[in-house]
């Protein structure tokens, strides 16, 4: 078996919904980051990369038609080069990048070019056809931005909750409360804005220029608050529930966002393709499902099967880079884990970064990729919760660790 090595990671800053970020087609974002990777490798010719794999969570707007090869197209790829799309909602570019990894071990491939977009700002409004030509009865628009849409209705309707009623359940599980839920969501602006502050990202974000005379560059995450504190998000109102027993808010839960990331996967002679050097091994995958409704704890399982299949322990880790759907989910996955929080997402997280919801995967890959060398730490896993009831996970080895 081949190894498979990330190479290099890139991603945009990441907007807020109507923001900076809302002008741009999720095609064009996908094409800036596939273009800037093949950019930062001046010695690749790139009819040798085998596949762009992207991941995609929505698909029913403007990245409609396999996106992965639009954005090859746009970017200026040769026609040769293959793409396709993967949607496992959150975890999008994370399988992506897992898939890609499985194709470059079995001897299929030595470079290929891994991510995933989301423009939460862009997803359509869908009207469901009908099975008449004049139906009778009114049609309701489903907003196709996040969530649950068009219902099976033989789905139990435990299953089918929403996004924020489902943590709220889980919190129930775990007895977190508003104030732990709320000290890590601080924490996580406070983290993502010192990174910034001191270029932790330069070399891992490409800006984003207008492409309107209104719009403005943008150079860094749209929804980090480096003031951020306990005590001020304590006064925000929750918004999935109302009384003693609500305590999910706006600020202890990512926001949402539009953005794109890539990665460049390689077996060893992808280093001769790139004229680069590896960052990491990956080392070991994880997948794993629970009920619906407690999809924020999936992590926990997928991640303790990534572990296990590198041959390590939770012992070894040093670093992890877990997405921050909901602080409550989060917070969940750490104490099952039993992880110190100092090691978990040291250059902040999504409550503050935000949550493209495709694009999300590879940024917490390439985030612990850049870590791992910058520290000189071995043993790195980056995982992330899915609606629907799954997991992902991904267990890094930088193999020039010091010690």
């Known amino acids: 078996m081949n190894h498979a090595y990330v190479y290099d990671a890139i ?141 099976n209705p033989d789905m139990p309707s435990e299953w089918t909750v929403s996004l924020g009623e489902a943590t709220e359940q889980l919190r129930e599980k775990h007895g977190i409360s508003r104030e732990d839920q709320d000290a890590f969501a601080a924490t996580s602006h406070q983290l993502a804005a010192k990174a910034w502050d001191e270029g932790k990202y330069d070399d891992i974000t490409v800006s984003v220029a207008p492409n309107t005379k209104k719009g403005v560059e943008l150079t860094r995450d749209e929804t980090v608050r480096g003031d951020s504190t306990p005590e001020t998000l304590a006064g925000l109102r929750t918004v999935f529930r109302s009384g003693d027993n609500a305590t999910v808010t706006a600020g202890n839960s990512s926001p949402m966002n539009d953005g794109a990331s890539a990665v460049w996967l390689g077996s060893e002679r992808g280093a001769q393709l790139l004229g680069r050097e590896p960052i990491a091994r990956i080392a070991g995958r994880g997948a794993a499902a629970n009920e619906p409704q407690f999809f924020g704890e999936a992590p926990v399982e997928a991640a303790n099967i990534a572990v296990r299949r590198a041959g390590i322990t939770w012992d070894d880790v040093a670093a992890v880079e877990l997405n921050e759907a909901f602080a409550v989910q989060s917070l969940a996955c750490l104490r099952q884990w039993g992880v110190d929080q100092s090691i978990v997402n040291q250059w902040g997280g999504a409550i503050a970064i935000g949550h493209p919801l495709g694009a999300s995967g590879t940024r917490v890959l390439g985030t612990l990729a850049r870590r791992l060398q910058e520290s000189g730490q071995r043993w790195g896993v980056a995982s992330l919760c899915i609606g629907v009831g799954q997991g992902l996970a991904v267990v890094l080895e930088n193999e020039n660790a010091q010690g």
């Open 11 to 151: 991603r945009t800053p990441f907007g807020k919904v109507g923001g900076a970020l809302a002008s741009h087609r999720p095609d064009d974002l996908a094409a800036l980051v596939v273009r800037t990777l093949v950019e930062r490798a001046p010695e690749l010719d790139p009819a040798t990369i085998d596949e762009v794999y992207l991941g995609n969570a929505n698909g029913a707007g403007e990245e409609n038609r396999n996106v992965a090869r639009m954005a090859t197209l746009l970017a200026g790829l040769p026609v040769s080069v293959p793409g396709s799309t993967i949607n496992r909602l959150c975890g999008s570019s994370l399988d992506a990048a897992m898939m890609g990894s499985r194709q470059i071990e079995v001897g299929e491939g030595d470079l290929l070019l891994v991510g995933g977009v989301e423009s939460m700002s862009r997803a359509p409004w869908v009207l469901p056809k009908t099975e008449r030509p004049y139906p009778m009865q009114n049609l309701e628009l489903a907003n196709t931005t996040l969530g649950w849409r068009l219902v």
